[in-house]
Every structure is written in C-alpha cells, then in structure tokens.
C-alpha cells in the first residue's frame, strides 16, 4: 500500500489511461478524486472504485467525482478549492485529461487548434495552480503530467497536438525547478501508442505502420502507463525530477 494516507487527482479519469492511472492509485491506497468533463464518467470511475475498496461515498477514504472542462480557468479553480475543501490535502496530481484534433496545419481551423491546446497545455495549468498552495505548504507533492512521444519527436497531421504536448514538457521541466526546494517533484510521462478510445479510430493501415515502429512489437495498454505513474508518484522516485519518462516499448530512444 504505497500511497496509504495519500490523496490524488486524476484528470481525465473517466475512461483510458486516466481511468486505469485512477484504478492503480486507489488499489495502493490512496483516496481519489476522479475528474472529467462529463459527471456521469466521472462518477462511474469513482463508484468502481468505492466498490472495489467496499467503502461508501460517505466514508472517509471514498473516492470522490468531479465534473469539469480543465481548459475552463475560473471553474478549475473553483474544483480545486472543492477538492482541497473534501480531501484536505493533495498529494499526488495526475493531469492526464487531453484530447486530438488531427489535421494539415495548412487547414487546420483556429478552434481545432485552440481547443488542443487549452485542453492539453492550459488545463495542466490550470489544475496544478488549482493545488500548489496547499503542496508548498505542507512541503511534499508529486505532479505528473502526461505528455506524449508526440511532443518529443513531432508527427504530420499533428502540429495542435505536438505543440500542447512539447508545451506540457517545457511546463514540467521548469515547474520542477520551481518547486524543488519544497521537494515536490514534477515530471512527466511521454506514452507511445496505447490501445484506448484515442487511438480507436485510427485505419488498420495506419495502426499497422505504428506497430512496425515499436521494437517491443505490441502496442501498450493503459496499465503500462499507470505502473509508469505509481512508481513517480512514490517514495522510491523521490529523487526523480524534470524527467520524460516514454512508455512506448522503445519507440523513441
Ligand atoms: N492513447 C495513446 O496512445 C496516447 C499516447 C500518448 C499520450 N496519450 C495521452 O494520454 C492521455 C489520456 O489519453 P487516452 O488515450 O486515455 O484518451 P481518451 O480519449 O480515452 O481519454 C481522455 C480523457 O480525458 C478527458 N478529457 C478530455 N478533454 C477534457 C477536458 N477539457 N476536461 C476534462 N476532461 C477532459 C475525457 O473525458 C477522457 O476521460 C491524454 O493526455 C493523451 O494525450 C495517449
């Protein structure tokens, strides 16, 4: 039970990576508050896992939902007031919520563009300016943040997503130089291509072309990602900082 007595927040927990990152923390025991766009997700990630801890939504280690675009600055700020009002303190803050609008930069629309990188870039942000009072004060925290291969080694098709995701790198970089000395570590996790409803709607054609590209041979599972985000979110990371970490199966080295 790595994380007993700890509280965490997970974006985008309602389905994916975040859903399965949402899972682990709270099978190690930690309590979570499951954050997504949409209430009814977000609720049915937090009542698994209440159902799985046999904890009521009234217990003291229930896991708890939240509805929320984490673009949307003043309503971010209003959830992590909430958050830190229901749990007392943040430990560990996951922000995995992110989204694709695929196209040429050519003609790719300003919304399309916006929309990634308020969503991938400015909802990190924003959620982390959210909870960082209460981790300076009580001089302890693990933010990490998912970004992608993407950010590191760019992708036609993708300059939006790239983009939010390069961002997300440089973010956590210097937030991690800015927190050290509180020893709150922030690092992020850079997956490769992970089997989820992101990556459903790709062409068999183009799935093919990715999985001769990963020297492991098989796409990774949202599980892989969460195994990457226990270990940094835990005391055996506690001198990690500043890092990418790929979970790619050897797609970028
Ligand atoms: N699947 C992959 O291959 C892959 C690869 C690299 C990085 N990633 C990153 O991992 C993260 C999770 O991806 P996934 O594959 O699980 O995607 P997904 O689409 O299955 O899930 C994304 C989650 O984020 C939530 N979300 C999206 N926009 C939001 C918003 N504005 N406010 C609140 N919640 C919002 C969604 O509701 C959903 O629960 C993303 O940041 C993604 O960019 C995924």
Same mark, same amino acid.
């Given at each position: 039970?790595?994380?007993?007595?700890?509280?965490?927040?997970?974006?985008?927990?309602?389905?994916?990576?975040?859903?399965?990152?949402?899972?682990?923390?709270?099978?190690?025991?930690?309590?979570?508050?499951?954050?997504?766009?949409?209430?009814?997700?977000?609720?049915?990630?937090?009542? +698994?896992?209440?159902?799985?801890?046999?904890?009521?939504?009234?217990?003291?280690?229930?896991?708890?939902?939240?509805?929320?675009?984490?673009?949307?600055?003043?309503?971010?700020?209003?959830?992590?007031?909430?958050?830190?009002?229901?749990?007392?303190?943040?430990?560990?803050?996951?922000? /995995?919520?992110?989204? %694709?609008?695929?196209?040429?930069?050519?003609?790719?629309?300003?919304?399309?563009?916006?929309?990634?990188?308020?969503? /991938?870039?400015?909802?990190?942000?924003?959620?982390?300016?959210?909870?960082?009072?209460?981790?300076?004060?009580?001089?302890?925290?693990?933010?990490?943040?998912?970004?992608?291969?993407?950010?590191?080694?760019?992708?036609?098709?993708?300059?939006?997503?790239?983009?939010?995701?390069?961002?997300?790198?440089?973010?956590?970089?210097?937030?991690?130089? +800015?927190?050290?000395?509180?020893?709150?570590?922030?690092?992020?996790?850079?997956?490769?291509?992970?089997?989820?409803?992101?990556?459903?709607?790709?062409?068999?054609?183009?799935?093919?072309?990715?999985?001769?590209?990963?020297?492991?041979?098989? %796409?990774?599972?949202?599980?892989?990602?969460?195994?990457?985000?226990?270990?940094?979110?835990?005391?055996?990371?506690?001198?990690?900082?500043?890092?990418?970490?790929?979970?790619?199966?050897?797609?970028?080295?």
């Amino acid at each position: 039970m790595r994380f007993e007595n700890q509280n965490a927040i997970v974006t985008g927990a309602g389905r994916g990576i975040g859903q399965a990152i949402a899972l682990r923390l709270a099978a190690e025991g930690a309590r979570v508050a499951c954050v997504s766009r949409t209430e009814e997700n977000a609720k049915r990630i937090a009542d +698994e896992i209440n159902l799985i801890r046999q904890c009521g939504p009234d217990s003291p280690n229930s896991a708890k939902h939240y509805a929320v675009d984490v673009a949307d600055h003043p309503a971010v700020q209003k959830i992590g007031a909430q958050i830190l009002q229901d749990f007392t303190k943040i430990d560990i803050l996951v922000n /995995n919520a992110g989204v %694709t609008r695929d196209g040429l930069a050519m003609r790719m629309s300003v919304e399309d563009w916006d929309a990634v990188i308020n969503t /991938n870039l400015r909802g990190a942000f924003n959620f982390t300016q959210s909870i960082i009072r209460g981790m300076i004060k009580q001089r302890s925290g693990r933010i990490i943040n998912i970004t992608s291969v993407i950010g590191l080694i760019g992708n036609a098709g993708q300059t939006n997503y790239a983009a939010s995701k390069a961002g997300l790198i440089g973010f956590t970089k210097s937030l991690a130089r +800015e927190l050290a000395s509180r020893s709150i570590t922030v690092n992020a996790i850079a997956p490769g291509f992970i089997t989820t409803d992101m990556t459903a709607g790709l062409s068999d054609e183009i799935k093919k072309t990715i999985q001769s590209q990963i020297p492991l041979g098989k %796409t990774g599972t949202s599980e892989d990602v969460a195994n990457a985000v226990a270990f940094l979110a835990s005391a055996e990371a506690s001198y990690i900082t500043g890092q990418v970490l790929c979970v790619d199966g050897g797609m970028v080295m």
